[in-house]
């Protein structure tokens, strides 16, 4: 009976020192709106560019891609809900360097707290942050689409409202892998700058050699060679095939699950895969800095 009790008061204590850093995060986050605006502002301003420069020159290539008479805007949608993930991945090392350069991080190391839950707690912020940035991208690509087609929307998300959940669902599993590295870059570099330095030089890269913003056929050899094992491509592919309800795989043929799901389950059987390696790493050098802090 004790052992009982000692195991529901430890899973108390868990969910509790989980919700009080998850808390921190969260008003850390809403008191700097900066924040909040330019990574949010970011992805925005590519789906208003992006959309007036290829939206007028891509029309025929993005129907082959997808299958069908598509705008331009409901390609992009889903490509921008999955840059708002990245970059809400991108901020979560730079904030963990502000913690070690405050103090803030040895003293939570220091504190009674659940280690794990110091670390959930930040991690679920992130994804609290996810989900309302990518309904906000799905909202503001419904009212571009609707000032460009003058009211005709037609069907914006062919898997209705399940589908529009699906896509943050997508969200929130491809920023787990950079999430990961950006910590990882944050607990070995210890300083802001080279943690910016470091995830930005992979991100946008990787964002532009990609299906984003442009179908495959389109781009240079070399540059669907890199897309085809580019996580952000799998990303994109299987928020894409939520939102037009049918399989859009860019990077090899499946068949074996029928329709969309002919890329959701192998697109998320490969972000699910790089999460569990680059989350391995990053639970490998937060130990390793949580045992170094301790001695």
Do not use: C
């Not at 009982?4 to 509790?16: D, I, L, M, S, Y």
């Not at 094992?229 to 592919?237: H, K, L, Q, R």
């Amino acid at each position: 009976m004790s052992l009982e009790r000692g195991r529901k008061a430890t899973a108390n204590g868990f969910a509790v020192d989980t919700w009080v850093n998850l808390k921190r995060w969260v008003l850390k986050t809403v008191r700097n709106p900066f924040v909040m605006t330019f990574s949010l502002l970011n992805p925005i301003m590519f789906l208003v560019l992006f959309t007036e420069v290829f939206g007028g020159i891509t029309g025929g290539a993005i129907g082959r891609s997808v299958g069908g008479d598509v705008s331009y805007v409901t390609y992009l949608v889903p490509a921008i809900a999955i840059q708002v993930s990245l970059i809400a991945a991108t901020t979560s090392g730079i904030g963990l360097v502000e913690d070690i350069e405050s103090g803030m991080f040895e003293k939570a190391l220091a504190s009674p707290m659940h280690r794990g839950a110091v670390f959930l707690g930040k991690s679920l912020s992130e994804v609290l942050r996810i989900v309302v940035q990518v309904s906000i991208i799905l909202t503001f690509g419904y009212v571009l689409l609707w000032l460009d087609t003058g009211g005709n929307t037609g069907e914006y998300v062919a898997t209705g409202l399940l589908g529009a959940v699906g896509i943050v669902i997508v969200g929130i599993l491809f920023s787990i892998w950079f999430t990961a590295f950006s910590n990882v870059m944050a607990l070995v570099t210890r300083d802001q700058e080279s943690t910016m330095i470091g995830v930005n030089i992979l991100q946008f890269p990787l964002l532009f050699l990609s299906s984003a913003f442009l179908p495959l056929e389109v781009l240079p050899g070399w540059v669907r060679v890199v897309a085809a094992v580019n996580p952000i491509t799998y990303g994109v592919d299987a928020a894409r095939a939520l939102m037009f309800g049918r399989d859009v795989m860019t990077v090899f043929e499946v068949t074996a699950f029928g329709g969309l799901w002919n890329t959701v389950v192998p697109t998320l059987a490969v972000l699910a895969a790089l999460d569990l390696a680059l989350g391995s790493v990053a639970v490998y050098y937060m130990a390793r800095a949580t045992s170094a802090e301790a001695r």
